[in-house]
């Protein structure tokens, strides 16, 4: 019997969208943004808020992290979180 997921999928969901914007406005040369309005005022568009989104998602996934292992002190809690986010990427660097 599976476990029942404790991610949010709507969480989840909002960063993928923060995601595809980013990568979305970086599609956009300045060439591309001086020849077409549209380009412009798209490039203009995502640029006023991807960054918060993302920065207000990684916000609330700290938040809720550290809700769900709030009997860990302090230590142990950046011990826990360095060996989940470093392990991987040194194993992959």
Same mark, same amino acid.
């Given at each position: 019997?599976?476990?029942p997921?404790k991610?949010?999928?709507?969480?989840?969901?909002?960063k993928?969208i923060?995601l595809l914007?980013?990568?979305?406005?970086?599609t956009?040369?300045?060439?591309?943004?001086? @020849?077409?309005a549209?380009?412009?005022? #798209?490039y203009?568009?995502v640029? +006023?808020?991807?960054?918060?989104? &993302?920065? $207000?998602?990684s916000g609330m996934?700290?938040?809720l992290t @550290?809700?769900r292992?709030?009997?860990l #002190?302090?230590?142990?809690?950046? +011990?826990k979180k360095?060996?989940? &986010?470093l $392990?991987p990427w040194?194993?992959?660097?």
């Open positions: 019997m599976t476990q997921s991610r949010l999928d709507y969480i989840d969901a909002a993928g923060g914007l980013v990568i979305y406005g970086h956009f040369r300045t060439s591309m943004r001086e @020849a077409y549209w380009c412009d005022f #798209s203009q568009f640029y +006023r808020f991807h960054v918060s989104l &993302l920065f $207000l998602l996934g700290y938040t @550290a809700q292992n709030h009997s #002190s302090a230590g142990q809690f950046l +011990r360095a060996h989940s &986010l $392990l040194a194993s992959y660097a």
